[in-house]
């Protein structure tokens, strides 16, 4: 399990990470979502003692990662793909954590197997490694140990889609044997398909958690009218609240804060016309998450600025 429990983390006077509190269970997927800059990666660096908290605390497996006796065998980590020894070959990169863990050696070639590397490329300088295969290294490191717990940071970039239908099934076949896994991407499709739990972080603070059947349950109606204003008149009268839908970007469309049938007799009442009326769920993913970090997003800070 990893618990974190009231992570702040500062950098002068930028708050990177504030006052954050979600838990990864065993035998689940968590998916970690929010915008480029909103604290997802200083999260995971605290985690793995990359990074210090100015405040609050995080435990992987019932302690902090710096008391794990050999962290690989509890915990596998994924943050930067790009980070690896670009002189060494894959073989040789595995081989040095196979030793640092004390594992036997025929680990190395059943991770070069799982990852679907060959020889050749195992043998390979990562340095003439495409980002696809450093990703696939980087996760046969992380699993090298057989931890109960994976923490992932983007390891879908640079996949294929094939690639990332394998990444996709290696993991979820990975909780299903009861460990807790940690995943954070960009791919919304892929974090819909996989996860059984979201935490949503925007501008340092979360705005939503918990299971993601649940979260997703709860986008109301989505509705498109080439009429909206009176639409939109007749839900205010009704006191039915509603948003244009930011997933869509269409002016035509209203996400409305109520079922289908409530929201089909305003408009006819309304007499307004409508061209499709259904539950916003089915938009999945992409909206639910472009509504809760409407306003947290921050284009022109990264952070790869603030780790």
Not at 113 to 142: C, F, K, N, P, W
Not at 207 to 226: C, I, M, N
Request: hydrophobic residues 40%; glycine residues 10%; proline residues 4%.
């Amino acid at each position: 399990m990893i618990t974190v429990d009231s992570l702040t983390k500062t950098y002068g006077g930028f708050t990177a990470v504030d006052d954050v509190t979600f838990t990864a269970r065993p035998g689940r997927v968590t998916g970690f979502l929010g915008p480029n800059g909103a604290g997802k990666s200083t999260t995971m660096r605290v985690m793995v003692g990359l990074t210090p908290a100015t405040s609050g605390s995080v435990t992987v497996c019932g302690r902090q990662f710096r008391d794990l006796p050999n962290p690989g065998l509890e915990v596998g980590v994924l943050l930067d793909a790009s980070a690896q020894h670009a002189g060494r070959t894959g073989r040789e990169i595995l081989t040095v954590a196979q030793r640092t863990m004390g594992l036997p050696k025929s680990r190395v070639e059943e991770m070069i197997d799982l990852v679907s590397l060959t020889s050749s490329e195992a043998d390979r300088r990562v340095r003439d490694y495409s980002l696809g295969m450093r990703q696939r290294l980087g996760i046969a490191t992380a699993l090298l140990g057989q931890p109960e717990v994976l923490i992932l940071d983007e390891p879908a970039n640079g996949l294929d889609p094939a690639g990332i239908r394998w990444m996709r099934d290696l993991l979820r076949g990975y909780a299903n044997q009861g460990a807790t896994v940690l995943l954070s991407s960009h791919l919304l499709h892929e974090i819909e398909v996989v996860a059984d739990d979201l935490v949503v972080i925007g501008n340092g603070r979360i705005v939503a958690q918990g299971a993601k059947s649940e979260l997703l349950a709860t986008a109301g109606t989505l509705v498109r009218t080439p009429d909206v204003t009176a639409l939109a008149q007749s839900l205010s009268a009704s006191g039915v609240a509603f948003t244009k839908s930011a997933a869509t970007g269409g002016d035509d469309v209203l996400r409305v804060d109520a079922d289908t049938e409530t929201v089909g007799r305003v408009a006819l009442e309304a007499r307004v016309l409508l061209l499709e009326l259904r539950p916003a769920e089915g938009a999945g993913l992409e909206e639910m998450f472009l509504e809760l970090t409407a306003d947290n997003q921050r284009e022109t800070i990264t952070e790869g600025a603030a780790a």
